[in-house]
């Protein structure tokens, strides 16, 4: 795996790719590039680049990253790594989605593949969204008779469908359970900024609520410092939490990968939409909880819903209208 850890700014001079030195590998391992416009290690990135980085040592991708690039930069990282022959070009493309299309159509015989919250486009750009849905509604159901005042809080970061439609998730998973539950929301503009997240989760807590759904890095710190118990997003946050994260609506990002290799190495078109491959019945996502936190008798009714959605008996809810 090659790795390139300097961010990138803004201005003229090219980037200086690096050599690509790594042990040998199966022929058919293609060549994955990722532009990450936040540090991969950010909970979102990180889930990626793990995926990424697991595919690398099975052989399967030979895989190498940007971190740290901003919007102004990033249609540039997208058009060298293209250049330099990559099969694949990972990246996001919310803050620059006109961009990311144009640099795509610039290249037909590369396949991107970019999370998005618009549609494919031609043959090789290939759109994905987060979807730990199904996981933050089990999370709810667990949530619901933790409460004692019977209002849960969220913190996210930007109102956008993939992230509305986690926290509405949230919210109807409580709600199944207790229908009365009030809710409290917040969004803090921006992908990372821990000390702000924490910040909105304590004035939620002194809003009245004594659960919390952590969309972003951060609210756990809030519920920690306060006394309060918190679910987790993307990754498992229960180790660094170990008295206040009791569930975890972790995304796996792995089948995703599998999802469009098959179709390069098929000469399959790309310009479809993998965002199924994020749900549970692809093992796209998972509910992670420390059974000793939650009430014995609540695990029943959420193991025979997580069967229902794992076969396709249940359908989480879909709602991506910005909650109140």
Same mark, same amino acid.
């Given at each position: 795996m090659t790795t390139r850890r300097t961010l990138l700014t803004t201005g003229a001079a090219a980037l200086a790719l690096? !050599?690509?030195?790594?042990?040998?590998?199966?022929?058919?391992?293609? /060549?994955?590039?990722?532009?990450?416009? @936040?540090?991969?290690?950010?909970? $979102?990135? @990180?889930?990626?680049?793990? !995926?990424?980085?697991?595919?690398?040592?099975?052989?399967?991708?030979?895989?190498?990253?940007?971190?740290?690039?901003?919007?102004?930069?990033? #249609?540039?990282? *997208?058009?060298?790594?293209?250049?330099?022959?990559?099969? %694949?070009? $990972?990246?996001?493309?919310?803050?620059?989605?006109?961009?990311?299309?144009?640099?795509?159509?610039?290249?037909?015989?590369?396949?991107? %593949? *970019?999370? +998005? @919250?618009?549609?494919?486009?031609?043959?090789?750009?290939?759109?994905?969204?987060?979807?730990?849905?199904?996981?933050?509604?089990?999370?709810?159901?667990?949530?619901? #008779?933790?409460?004692?005042?019977?209002?849960?809080? +969220?913190?996210?970061?930007?109102?956008? #469908?993939?992230?509305? %439609?986690?926290?509405?998730?949230?919210?109807?998973?409580?709600? =199944?359970? /207790?229908?009365? !539950?009030?809710?409290? &929301?917040?969004?803090?503009?921006? $992908?990372?900024?821990?000390?702000?997240?924490?910040?909105?989760?304590?004035?939620?807590?002194?809003?009245?609520?004594?659960i919390l759904f952590g969309e972003r890095i951060g609210t756990a710190d809030g519920a920690q410092a306060r006394g309060v118990k918190a679910i987790g997003s993307l990754i498992d946050y229960t180790p660094r939490y170990p008295e206040t994260?009791?569930? &975890?609506?972790? $995304? &796996?990002?792995?089948?995703?990968?599998?999802?469009?290799?098959?179709?390069? /190495? +098929?000469?399959?078109?790309?310009?479809?939409?993998?965002?199924?491959?994020?749900? *549970?019945?692809?093992?796209?996502?998972?509910?992670?909880?420390?059974?000793? *936190?939650?009430?014995?008798?609540?695990?029943?009714?959420?193991?025979?819903? /997580?069967?229902?959605?794992?076969?396709?008996?249940?359908?989480? #809810?879909?709602?991506?209208? =910005?909650?109140?």
């Open positions: 690096p !050599a690509l030195i790594r042990p040998a590998r199966a022929q058919d391992a293609a /060549r994955v590039a990722c532009v990450h416009a @936040s540090p991969v290690e950010n909970a $979102w990135n @990180s889930r990626i680049h793990l !995926a990424m980085q697991q595919a690398d040592a099975a052989g399967t991708i030979a895989y190498e990253f940007s971190e740290g690039v901003a919007a102004t930069d990033y #249609p540039r990282a *997208m058009r060298e790594y293209a250049e330099a022959g990559v099969d %694949l070009v $990972w990246g996001e493309a919310y803050a620059v989605e006109r961009e990311a299309r144009e640099v795509a159509a610039d290249y037909p015989d590369t396949a991107f %593949l *970019m999370g +998005s @919250s618009g549609g494919p486009a031609g043959d090789n750009f290939g759109v994905f969204g987060t979807r730990n849905h199904e996981a933050a509604y089990l999370a709810g159901m667990l949530a619901a #008779p933790l409460s004692e005042t019977g209002t849960f809080g +969220s913190v996210g970061g930007y109102p956008i #469908p993939e992230v509305n %439609l986690l926290i509405n998730a949230f919210r109807a998973g409580v709600r =199944e359970v /207790r229908p009365d !539950a009030t809710f409290l &929301n917040g969004f803090i503009g921006a $992908w990372f900024d821990p000390a702000r997240a924490q910040e909105m989760a304590i004035a939620q807590i002194d809003g009245g609520a004594d994260v009791f569930a &975890n609506a972790i $995304w &796996n990002f792995g089948p995703t990968i599998d999802a469009i290799l098959s179709d390069i /190495r +098929s000469g399959t078109p790309v310009g479809r939409d993998y965002t199924e491959y994020s749900f *549970m019945a692809h093992g796209g996502n998972e509910l992670a909880f420390v059974e000793a *936190m939650v009430p014995a008798d609540a695990i029943p009714a959420m193991e025979e819903r /997580r069967a229902a959605i794992r076969s396709g008996a249940f359908t989480v #809810p879909i709602e991506a209208d =910005e909650p109140a």
